[in-house]
């Protein structure tokens, strides 16, 4: 069975700051992973997928990396903004289906 | 046009009704999905639909029914809800095991 972490759970950082979000996963036999971002009450936004077979993937300020055989994932964001703040979602494609870590909700201070 | 629309927005209903979710994509995409969302908790599949055939049930109760009458369209039906299955409804579409696109969700309410 394919288990999502991520951690922390909760971060709060000054604007201006670069920040680290880290997701794992237990199976390594993974498809792609993708990082969400939602707002609260409402859908979520797929930010950045990589692919198995890649090791990151960069939009703007932010960059995704992934390393399967250790079965992490981080997300970095530069220079982080009052907009950024939100839940942040980290998902597997796991045989059919999307797995999800339980998320870092992220506030940034103005 | 990457967007995925969900109707309604929100929706309140009674333990006896019987309601519909709707949710529309126009992306060309063959699989679509229907994830369940309770508060502060990550997505949990409910189902999966490929080239409009239900390929995946993730052991959900009866009183949700999904149908997809088109490759665009896909309803979710609802009968005798408990108000444990208040939650934030969401859909999603893909091409195969690609990127998810995530519509807005429509926030149930069972009273």
């Known amino acids: 069975k394919q288990e999502v972490t991520q951690i922390p759970a909760a971060l709060s950082v000054p604007e201006g700051e670069n920040l680290v979000l880290n997701c794992s996963f237990t199976d390594s036999a993974i498809y792609n992973l993708q990082w969400f971002r939602q707002d609260p009450g409402k859908g979520l936004t797929s930010l950045l997928l990589i692919q198995s077979s890649q090791r990151e993937q960069t939009s703007g300020r932010l960059n995704a990396s992934l390393d399967k055989s250790s079965g992490r994932s981080t997300l970095y964001i530069a220079a982080s903004q009052p907009g950024d703040s939100a839940t942040y979602l980290c998902?597997?494609?796991?045989?059919?289906?999307?797995?999800f870590g339980a998320g870092t909700i992220l506030r940034v201070k103005s | 046009d990457t967007e995925v629309t969900q109707t309604p927005k929100h929706l309140v209903m009674g333990m006896t009704n019987k309601k519909s979710l709707k949710c529309e994509q126009h992306?060309?995409?063959?699989?679509m999905y229907w994830y369940k969302q309770k508060a502060k908790k990550p997505p949990e599949l409910m189902f999966v639909?490929?080239?409009?055939?239900?390929?995946i049930n993730e052991s959900v109760p009866s009183r949700f029914s999904p149908e997809c009458p088109n490759s665009s369209l896909l309803n979710l039906h609802l009968h005798a809800l408990q108000p444990e299955d208040s939650a934030l409804y969401l859909c999603?579409?893909?091409?195969?095991?690609?990127?998810?696109?995530f519509g807005p969700g429509t926030r149930l309410t069972v009273l």
């Open positions: 992306m060309g995409h063959r699989a």
């Open positions: 639909y490929s080239y409009e055939k239900l390929s």
């Open positions: 999603a579409s893909s091409r195969a095991a690609d990127t998810q696109y």
């Open positions: 998902a597997v494609v796991y045989g059919n289906k999307l797995v």
